[in-house]
């Protein structure tokens, strides 16, 4: 994925200041986030899916999936949460999901 680039502008209004600071945050996870694709996860089990980040996971989405299934995680039961992300589902699908 590119890297975004973001420059902040010196000002002495604490609202834009903290608006920078916001939007600073927001484009580094999406910098610091990537898709996988292809993911098979199969109903009535823990699907351990690894991440590739090299640190801890802090956020997932879905952002395609080829069926209709309720996709859920099961990070409380992860002794690996900086390498694996554990998803359930109700039904089996391959789904594409992002993580950062």
């Given at each position: 994925?590119?890297?975004?680039?973001?420059?902040?502008?010196?000002?002495?209004?604490?609202?834009?200041?903290?608006?920078?600071?916001?939007?600073?945050?927001?484009?580094?996870?999406?910098?610091?986030?990537?898709i996988i694709t292809g993911v098979r996860l199969t109903a009535g089990k823990v699907?351990?899916?690894?991440?590739?980040?090299?640190?801890?996971?802090?956020?997932?989405?879905?952002?395609?999936?080829?069926?209709?299934?309720?996709?859920?995680?099961?990070?409380?039961?992860?002794?690996?949460?900086?390498?694996?992300?554990?998803?359930?589902?109700?039904?089996?699908?391959?789904?594409?999901?992002?993580?950062?």
């Amino acid at each position: 994925m590119a890297r975004v680039s973001f420059q902040k502008v010196n000002v002495q209004d604490r609202t834009i200041e903290q608006l920078q600071a916001n939007i600073e945050r927001a484009l580094q996870s999406i910098d610091n986030s990537h898709i996988i694709t292809g993911v098979r996860l199969t109903a009535g089990k823990v699907n351990k899916i690894p991440t590739e980040l090299g640190n801890l996971l802090t956020e997932y989405t879905v952002v395609r999936q080829n069926a209709q299934s309720n996709i859920w995680e099961s990070q409380t039961t992860n002794n690996s949460k900086d390498k694996l992300l554990y998803l359930e589902c109700s039904a089996d699908v391959t789904v594409d999901i992002k993580v950062a």
